[in-house]
């Protein structure tokens, strides 16, 4: 972690909040009833900021949240998940939003900042499309290996044989293939090229990476900025949270014997194949996703996004007001919303607890 980068980070944070551009009143209550709005006694301020993936989420999260505690108001910048977490381990934000959980430099850091153990919690679980936009072609099936040999371009026509094996009955066109990847620090990256590194069987060398490791290409800053260049151009593919891909085409990706789309489903059962990072504290939810399975009907291109928070806060109103943020936001009610608003896959109920027991000992 860049110490300096971090200093300069707390120094400008008063200030980068005034340009957080999302505001709502609002905060859920512990139950998240809209019924006890009347009741609520929370008031201030809460700033967050950081995964640009969860943007769409936080929106519907704010709205729901605001029912019960209309004298809450609640920033969050979508600055990417590595500006995000840097930012919460200067000071500058209660909580951030990540697609990637602390690195153990990280998380040294954030529990000097915070006094405490950090309480990093999967809220958002969404599956990251490989989306294209290649005219004539509406339905493309792809492995990772050729995932991989594409964005490492070594395979750089949409007509190649390695393509054209897996897609016999598509008339794949000579036209050069473009890559378009994230300019900035990014989770979605990270989980991206994760998936890349444990599944393509050697075809990506680029490594598991939050900023893009090799030249060429085009690159585009935040999820909206990857998805505006691959609709922009022809011939291009990209990869980007499934819930802002609007009509651009997603690529299926073989698993086991058969190819799995980015459906919010698919996403859902990778819960149940992931295993918890060992040495980590029991507020620290970090998980190792398995991107190699071969499961029917699971989708292993996916991103599971934290918020993160520290577990005590100096400031007892601030402590309460996170507290009361994570709760609404795991609630089934803040799960059902994001899926409604962001098609991402709401927690299992038994996930769920086990993220409210790490929310409860925030004080």
């Known amino acids: ?68 505690h209309p004298d809450v108001t609640v920033n969050y910048d979508p600055v990417g998940s590595g500006g995000g977490r840097e930012q919460f381990i200067a000071g500058g934000l209660s909580f951030a939003g990540s697609d990637a959980y602390l690195e153990d430099d990280e998380l040294t850091a954030a529990t000097d900042r915070c006094g405490s153990d950090v309480v990093s919690v999967p809220v958002y679980v969404s599956p990251i499309a490989v989306i294209y936009n290649l005219d004539g072609v509406k339905d493309l099936k792809l492995d990772a290996a050729t995932i991989g040999a594409i964005f490492e371009r070594k395979v750089t026509q949409w007509d190649d044989p390695a393509i054209a094996e897996l897609n016999p009955d598509a008339d794949l066109p000579d036209t050069k293939i473009t890559t378009v990847h994230r300019a900035d620090d990014s989770g979605t990256t990270k989980n991206f090229t994760d998936y890349l590194t444990e599944a393509s069987g050697g075809s990506w060398s680029g490594g598991v990476v939050e900023t893009w490791p090799l030249k060429g290409g085009e690159a585009a800053d935040g999820t909206s ?10 011939g291009t593919i990209g990869y980007a949270d499934a819930s802002q891909a609007g009509d651009l085409g997603r690529v299926q990706v073989k698993v086991g014997d058969e190819y799995v789309g980015p459906t919010e489903q698919a996403a859902a059962k990778v819960l149940d194949t992931a295993e918890a990072e ?31 928070a520290c577990q005590k806060y100096e400031d007892a109103k601030e402590a309460e007001l996170v507290k009361s943020w994570l709760t609404y936001v795991a609630s089934p009610e803040g799960q059902q919303a994001s899926e409604k608003a962001a098609g991402s896959a709401p927690l299992s109920e038994s996930f769920s607890a086990k993220v409210q027991t790490a929310i409860d000992t925030i004080g």
């Open 225 to 234: 900025g990857v998805v505006s260049a691959v609709k922009a151009g022809s």
């Open 1 to 68: 972690m860049n110490r300096k980068s971090m200093r300069t980070l707390a120094a400008t944070a008063a200030s980068a909040t005034l340009l957080f551009g999302l505001a709502a009143c609002g905060a859920a209550n512990e139950t998240a009833s809209a019924d006890d709005a009347t009741a609520s006694s929370l008031s201030g301020t809460l700033n967050g900021g950081g995964a640009s993936s969860q943007e769409s989420a936080v929106g519907a999260w704010r709205q729901g949240f605001q029912t019960a």
């Open 278 to 308: 060992p040495g980590r504290a029991a507020t620290d939810i970090a998980l190792k996703i398995d991107r190699t399975t071969d499961a029917a009907g699971v989708y292993p291109v996916v991103l599971v996004s934290y918020q993160i």
